[in-house]
């Protein structure tokens, strides 16, 4: 199936819905173009591309609900899965958490997630931009792992209650490591966008070369706490940390950083610096996301962390309506607010301190504390009386990113950056932190 | 299974809408509708269409993967049954060589029309990526096996067992714990069956029937007083077995401060003493850091001989075709080449299996047509070999892949994936307990925990699910927010015993993730209790 437009998703839902006897049926149906382009060792490596759609359908008959999906789109496939998901429906046992399906939503306008220079990608367009970066990549002696990917895809949902929502999307990301021929030194650079007008992948480029270059021959020095600047592309692999863990039902069941002792939550209470605000807006237009989650709810403006409070915390249906409040969903992408300080005059007002690039595999050591744990990786630079002195070996850390926004001494401003871990897209600032803890080295390059 | 999708299931409530992120769930099957194949002759036929025309278009290699990927997912907690979700996908991903470059494309319109389309959409992007080639692919030699087959040995086939008795397993584990006082628990029961159906201008046409298995749950204790919460995990490992895996034989139990499990699981045991012991870990001693000798059982040590030996031992990393992602590694060709690298202690032998009956990685043939074999990475402590498909085996002189070409889907371009990578156990005759009597000052470790290596595979940190003090050849009590840290090369230097074979067991990772985009592989690891001198362990407690 092709990316369907509104009005299409609409008819075909409909139709869908009108096959249904249960006493609540819900109907999703997605699809994505997605194709890539991976490069290493200055060629191409793999590369290909998939299109796909699902068409998804949930009958309930009181508390008991079934699922079943097809992705034939014919009026006998149409009335099976229909009539498959209401006889899973009859077989499942009754759930007390099931949620009744939602009536008719009110959206506000669809964001601007849809790009159609984006959508419009092709095999040569990849080939070209990959070349534009090895051409960067042979100029500076160096070999190239990249991978360009880009994806159009739309979601839309309808049920027997009046609800229908919809929603297309584009995406396009870039990253790159640069290694010098000798393996003694490695950059990195990522973007992501919407829009793929805003992709510049000989500028990326040029700063995973330049990083390359300077991280040859790094010295060890001892791990322990240190003054960090953390680029952004470092900082959000631990912020989205804290998204991901601000869910309601945790918090109020006592296994959450948020709980407190005696079964209360820490909503409200202050963890932060004055300068930690965090929000998510599906109307950015530096980060546009879908105007609705997954569940149907609408998609609002939130702030997470008011300066330094916990403002708002995500809640499932279920738990919002058991503990009577409004129910807020997990935002898909979100935003750190930031300051004015450049990186580079964030070097300069270093006395002594590590520049680090990138984290990498991030793993959650404690739940009650957010305690992470994970290393530095292609690009880390000792700083020393306002410059970049040397390059340093790599570092373990372990630290808690809520600690962490509590060691606050300056921040950047903020730019869209992808994760390395989830592959989500933010906007985060720069950040310098001090005492951070790095617990020991490594010889990785 | 997709990672991806696993998470989403195991996260989603009853509500649809989650299912909305879901990528390539596919067709949908019945909870209790009777297991299926499709005709091995209209896969042939299929199979065929692509062959025939990607060499039309212009490929001199062509392979073909039909896919019917099955997968059931019982999601649960405290009373109630969160999720049952089947799901299928169907599907053809074709592979082709095209002026010496890479071309792979999929659909899953499975009609001649679409699939000759879609063979002919891979030869143009191999031919437009053939400007980027600085050297054409080079694929070791291979022989057609013309038609055979290959099915994991099941005994019970999981998707036959009635979806009831399978939830009602999981609430009774749920109901063991709550009454041994834990506050939570979930538990979650996966099932793959991967249908897979391989053909190649070689003249190879493989049919495979897949089966894979994971009981997991996780029981968590709350002091509302302090705030404090801890939590344990189910030391039952992943298995490429059927349903009887769940059906417990005594024979299969190794008691001791702990009961451990061999080739049978015992869940409902397990979730019993899972609440006594989060309960012992809430009131445990925090550890005082410092060089411990480290007792690592295997439902530990799996997992850091993954991060530390499967990993870097792959070809691709060592070359460079993982650096922007999953990293390279520290095991360098003239490493090698040298035949005298001195990776661990000389009673350390690991070895690549994908024979292994019970394990994850098991199949007769990889996905691009090798036949499955086994071979030595480090023999007695020296690096002796990689892991290869069939474009990499001529950069380590081989004549032959050794088969570790696996893709997570139809739908995604197969490349080189970890075999079953175990730790051989030792020839004399040694006991846990024999390895226990001998340590001064140690821990002794079950249950994977926090895990993190750097992207060349020197230095990492693993935590654990139950973690005991050592004093004087004695077990004396629990300690939490235990992590070891180690550089690979010295770890596995510091070995200084091995349990041998009648200890000897399987771990396993379902979600191995790795590639650009990121594919997801299920392989086991095997190991005896093994003995490691002088590791460094932290302290891993903090305040908020």
């Known amino acids: ?445 | 299974m997709k990672r991806r999708q696993f998470l989403q299931m195991a996260g989603m409530g009853m509500g649809a809408g989650l299912l909305a992120q879901i990528p390539l769930v596919g067709h949908a099957v019945s909870l209790d509708r009777p297991w299926y194949t499709i005709d091995v002759a209209r896969k042939k036929e299929l199979a065929d269409v692509a062959l025939n025309a990607a060499r039309s278009k212009g490929a001199t290699y062509t392979d073909v993967r039909i896919g019917r990927y099955l997968n059931q997912f019982i999601i649960t907690r405290e009373d109630k049954v969160e999720n049952i979700a089947n799901t299928e996908s169907y599907g053809i991903g074709i592979r082709v060589i095209a002026n010496g470059s890479w071309g792979f494309a999929a659909t899953d319109k499975m009609d001649r029309d679409s699939i000759a389309r879609t063979a002919a959409l891979a030869v143009s992007i191999a031919k437009e990526n053939a400007r980027l080639l600085t050297e054409p692919v080079q694929l070791a030699p291979q022989k057609g096996y013309g038609e055979v087959s290959w099915k994991t040995p099941i005994e019970i086939n999981a998707f036959d067992v009635p979806v009831k008795e399978k939830a009602e397993l999981l609430l009774s584990v749920n109901d063991a714990a709550l009454k041994g006082g834990a506050s939570y628990v979930g538990s979650n029961l996966f099932l793959v069956n991967e249908q897979k159906y391989f053909a190649s201008s070689e003249g190879s046409y493989i049919d495979q029937d897949i089966h894979r298995i994971w009981p997991y749950f996780d029981v968590t204790k709350v002091d509302a007083a302090t705030g404090k919460f801890e939590v344990r995990e189910s030391l039952g490992a992943p298995r490429g077995m059927g349903y009887e895996y769940l059906v417990p034989r005594e024979s299969d139990k190794i008691k001791g401060i702990t009961t451990l499990y061999r080739d049978r699981y015992d869940i409902l045991e397990d979730a019993r003493q899972s609440a006594r012991q989060v309960e012992e870990k809430l009131k445990a001693k925090s550890v005082e850091p410092g060089k411990y000798d480290l007792v690592l059982d295997p439902t530990n040590l799996w997992l850091t001989i993954h991060e530390s030996v499967g990993h870097p031992t792959e070809l691709d990393r060592v070359m460079g075709y993982e650096a922007n992602f999953a990293g390279t590694s520290f095991l360098t060709l003239d490493k090698w080449k040298s035949g005298n690298f001195n990776f661990g202690s000389p009673i350390v032998n690991l070895v690549a299996d994908k024979l292994q009956p019970g394990s994850l990685g098991a199949v007769g043939y990889d996905d691009e047509g090798v036949a499955t074999q086994q071979w030595d990475l480090i023999k007695n402590g020296k690096l002796v070999n990689y892991q290869t498909t069939r474009d990499q085996a001529h950069i380590i002189g081989l004549d032959h892949s050794q088969g570790c070409s696996y893709s997570q889907s139809w739908s995604d371009v197969q490349f080189q994936r970890m075999p079953n990578v175990s730790l051989q156990p030792g020839t004399a005759k040694l006991s846990p307990a024999d390895i226990i009597k001998n340590v001064e000052r140690g821990i002794f470790i079950a249950g994977r925990g926090s895990f993190s290596i750097d992207q060349q595979r020197y230095n990492f940190q693993f935590g654990g699910q139950l973690f005991y003090e050592i004093r004087n050849g004695q077990i004396t009590g629990m300690l939490k927010d235990v992590a070891y840290q180690s550089n690979t090369q010295e770890f596995w230097n510091s070995c200084k015993a091995i349990a041998d074979k009648s200890d000897y067991r399987l771990g396993g990772s379902f979600f191995d993730g790795k590639g650009q985009p990121m594919q997801s592989s299920a392989v086991s690891h095997g190991a005896s209790t093994a003995r490691f001198n002088g590791v460094n362990v932290i302290n891993t407690a903090r305040k908020i």
């Open chain 1, 1 to 445: 199936m092709p990316i369907v437009t509104q009005n299409e998703a609409q008819a075909l839902l409909k139709k869908v819905l009108a096959f249904s006897k249960a006493d609540e049926c819900e109907v999703i149906l997605f699809g994505q173009d997605s194709a890539n382009l991976r490069y290493a060792r200055n060629a191409v490596s793999t590369s290909g591309g998939n299109s796909n759609s699902t068409l998804v359908v949930a009958s309930a008959f009181g508390k008991k609900l079934g699922i079943a999906t097809i992705n034939e789109y014919d009026e006998v496939s149409l009335e099976k899965v229909v009539r498959r998901s209401e006889e899973l429906a009859r077989l499942a046992p009754e759930n007390p958490e099931h949620m009744p399906a939602l009536g008719p939503q009110q959206y506000q306008p669809s964001p601007a997630t849809y790009n159609a220079d984006t959508a419009a990608i092709d095999p040569r367009f990849r080939a070209d931009e990959v070349a534009k970066s090895l051409r960067i990549t042979k100029e500076n002696k160096l070999v190239a792992a990249g991978y360009l990917e880009n994806t159009t895809g739309f979601s839309s949902m309808m049920n027997n209650k009046g609800l229908f929502a919809y929603n297309n999307y584009t995406d396009v990301n870039f990253s790159v490591t640069l290694r010098t021929e000798d393996g003694t030194g490695s950059g990195y650079a990522s973007k992501g966008f919407n829009d793929v007008n805003g992709l510049n992948i000989s500028a990326a480029t040029s700063v995973a070369a330049k990083k390359a270059l300077a991280s040859k021959g790094a010295k060890a020095i001892e791990p322990g706490k240190y003054t960090v600047i953390l680029e952004p592309l470092a900082g959000l692999v631990l912020l989205e940390n804290i998204i991901n863990s601000m869910d309601a039902r945790s918090a109020d069941e006592g296994r959450s950083f948020l709980s407190a002792p005696g079964g209360k939550t820490k909503l409200g209470e202050k963890l932060m610096d004055d300068r930690v605000t965090i929000y998510s807006d599906p109307w950015s237009k530096e980060l546009p996301s879908s105007h609705y989650a997954r569940d149907g709810r609408p998609q609002e403006k939130t702030t997470w962390v008011d300066k330094g409070v916990i403002k708002n915390i995500h809640y499932s249906r279920y738990w919002a309506q058991k503990k009577n409040v409004h129910a807020i969903p997990e935002p898909d992408r979100f935003i750190m607010e930031g300051g004015n300080t450049s990186l580079e005059d964030m070097i300069q007002s270093t006395e002594k301190g590590i520049l680090v690039t990138r984290l990498w595999y991030i793993r959650p050591v404690d739940p009650q504390t957010l305690l992470f744990t994970g290393l530095t990786r292609d690009g880390t630079f000792y700083i020393e009386n306002g410059e970049i002195k040397f390059p340093v070996k790599n570092f373990r850390f372990n630290e808690s990113p809520v600690i962490m926004l509590n060691n606050l001494e300056t921040l950047g401003k903020p730019e869209r950056t992808v994760s390395v871990e989830s592959g989500i897209n933010a906007l985060i600032p720069p950040m310098k932190i001090r005492d951070f803890t790095f617990t020991s080295l490594s010889d990785a390059i």
